[in-house]
Nanobody, 115 residues
């Protein structure tokens, strides 16, 4: 069983920055893909960014140029650096890991962007 534990959420003003972390209970190379998703109230969960074992990254159009996904293999941790935050970025952010066809999810961390 894979455990993913997110941290780093909070309240930030528009234009501010936050860094989310996702600590995995396994070596991250055991996961084919890791990523961040988010879900705002009343909306479906959506992809934010992904990171593959080959180092390829992919971003939702809404966050390109503002968010950066990265991974520290030695620490088995996935990160999401979020800059120039907007109120519409407010959501619960979830860490995801995929091994073969099995999806693993963290418990989520709340990000609120408000003045």
């Amino acid at each position: 069983q894979v455990r993913l534990v997110e941290s780093g959420g909070g309240l930030v003003q528009p234009g501010g920055s936050l860094r989310l972390s996702c600590a995995a209970s396994v070596r991250v190379f055991a996961l084919d893909v890791m990523g961040w998703y988010r879900q705002a109230p009343g909306k479906q969960r959506e992809l934010v960014a992904t990171f593959t074992n080959s180092g390829n990254t992919n971003y939702a159009d809404s966050v390109k140029g503002r968010f950066t996904i990265s991974r520290d293999n030695a620490k088995n941790t996935l990160y999401l650096q979020m800059n120039s935050l907007k109120p519409e970025d407010t959501a619960v952010y979830y860490c995801n890991g995929v091994s073969r066809t099995v999806n693993f999810w963290g418990q989520g961390t709340q990000v609120t962007v408000s003045s």
